[in-house]
């Protein structure tokens, strides 16, 4: 089946997907409209950037037009995604593909006046769109409810677990009818996941369109082994090229997140920093400037990777590698959406060459290396090894370890103790017997007088430093 006709879809979906511009329905769309369609449970296991959203809203507003509207309006659609960006694109998605029908949806999520999400809900939707914490609330309130849902939908079921949501999560289903439709949707399978499936999933239809974990094979990848004081400076080099037209980069830290968006303004580079600590306006905000063009650089914590769904971003930068390896692949899973080609480039410090490691196993990819342009701070990059695993780490090129002193015979450099001044030191036993095939071996020393003064040749930590700098003489 290679068109959207081909999968049964009514014809106001069609002209919906019609003007969206999809001609061509991708693996997820063509494996899981259909038996979505028919009411199936479906466990869905998917790369970003697939076009996952559409393979399970357009059946679910197919399934919502077979029945006569109820009155009033109450939710009979329930999706939960793990973040505010995520849920609202979602939002925007069922809006678009459903234009030419006439079912009400409203977003939920915290972090903004409830108020508004109130009065919606009060007025009766048929589709509502949440993240975990917010929906809570409003059931206690009184305001949401549940009782009615049928179809249940759980988005990027892996990031919940990373998140913390988990435990509401299953309180939210905890208030779900138990007949109802399950639809279960996740980028990787940790055990932890695979638990939670098999409680709430009912004879499930699997569709896993590609391995756990493995990334787009349209997107280029690239390595780059730089010191971490000299990553700002890679990255200023980069944007020297056209082609950066609209970076994605992604930091640890949401401080980090912050400082590196101040200094690219400073450098005259336009950029935003989106996080969990920003306000939902400027989250909002930031991410339509992105969209828009007015930022050429969007600078994001791993909280946004997933709510991240922006046409055109020609190159993701890890600016600082991932804690967690499955974030590598959700990063760079914002470029080459839907078909399209792009780029992701990682930058790893000596400190992260762990995080390195585990990616990489992850993928079961070594990510090429490429070499740092001049007046870069970088060490030098690790030499491939078979079996996939790197050498250990070497110190950086021009600096010579300083080894421990080592005793070496004969008459030492150092300074002597005042006691000493003048005397020279005493000969080797085996020069005073003269020359000789087999000199007598010197007899055993007889214990020292306890003293205060060293022995002359007694190394002490006031000898040390010279000693160092007469044997790198030596060398």
């Known amino acids: 089946m290679s068109r959207f006709e081909d999968l049964g879809l009514i014809d106001p979906l069609l002209r919906a997907v019609k003007e969206e511009g999809y001609d061509t329905p991708t693996p997820i769309q063509q494996r899981t409209i259909k038996p979505v369609a028919e009411g199936k449970d479906l466990l869905g296991v998917a790369q970003t950037g ?80 949440a993240t975990p914490g917010r929906p809570l609330d409003l059931i206690e309130q009184g305001i949401a409810k549940l009782d009615k849902v049928g ?8 990031r919940m677990l990373d998140m913390g949501f988990i435990h509401d999560v299953r309180r939210i289903i905890g208030k779900l009818p138990k007949q109802r439709q399950t639809l279960f949707f996740s980028a990787t399978m940790p055990q932890e996941i695979q638990a939670l499936s098999k409680d709430i999933l009912t004879n499930p239809v699997r569709i896993e369109v590609t391995p756990p974990a493995t990334t787009v094979e349209k997107i280029s990848q690239s390595l780059y082994h730089v010191d971490r004081h000299g990553k700002f400076g890679l990255l200023r080099k980069l944007l020297q090229d056209p082609s950066l037209k609209r970076t994605l980069v992604f930091t640890r830290t949401k401080r980090g997140a912050n400082k590196l968006a101040e200094q690219l303004n400073a450098a005259f580079v336009k950029a935003d920093a989106i996080h969990g600590n920003k306000a939902q306006s400027a989250r909002e905000r930031a991410l339509e400037n992105f969209k828009r063009g007015l930022s050429r650089v969007l600078v994001a914590t791993d909280i946004a ?49 762990d995080e390195l490691k585990a990616v990489e196993r992850l993928i ?50 150092g300074p002597r103790h005042p006691a000493h001044a003048g005397q020279s030191p005493a000969p080797h036993p085996a020069s005073a ?43």
């Not at 999706?79 to 939920?108: D, M, N, W």
């Not at 409830?114 to 809900?121: G, I, K, R």
């Not at 020609?314 to 078909?339: K, L």
């Not at 000789?436 to 306890?450: E, I, K, L, M, R």
């Open 305 to 353: 990777a997933r709510g991240i769904d922006v046409d055109g971003v020609s190159h993701v930068v890890n600016y600082d590698m991932p804690d967690v390896p499955e974030n590598y692949v959700h990063r760079i899973g914002r470029t080459a959406r839907a078909g399209a080609e792009g780029s992701a480039i990682a930058f790893c410090s000596p400190e992260e060459r």
């Open 364 to 413: 079961r990819l070594r990510i090429p290396v490429r070499p740092v342009p001049a007046g870069i701070a970088h060490p030098a990059p690790e030499p491939p090894s078979p079996h996939g695993q790197r050498p250990a780490l070497q110190a950086h090129a021009g600096h010579r370890q300083v080894q421990p002193p080592q005793h070496r015979p004969g008459p030492h450099p």
């Open 151 to 158: 179809i249940f939908v759980l988005d990027e079921a892996d």
């Open 50 to 129: 697939t076009g996952k959203t559409a393979a399970f809203a357009l059946p679910i507003l197919q399934r919502l037009n077979a029945v006569p509207m109820p009155s009033p309006r109450h939710v009979r659609v329930l999706v939960l995604s793990p973040t505010r960006e995520l849920a609202s694109q979602i939002g925007e998605s069922f809006a678009r593909y459903g234009r030419f029908l006439h079912f009400r949806h409203t977003v939920v999520f915290g972090g903004v006046g409830q108020n508004p999400q109130a009065t919606a809900l009060r007025h009766g939707v048929d589709v509502l769109v």
């Open 433 to 475: 017997a003269g020359p000789g095939p087999n000199p007598p071996a010197p007899p055993s020393p007889a214990p020292a007088p306890q003293s205060h003064a060293p022995r002359p040749n007694a190394p002490s930590h006031h000898s040390v430093p010279r000693r160092i700098a007469w044997r790198k003489h030596r060398r």
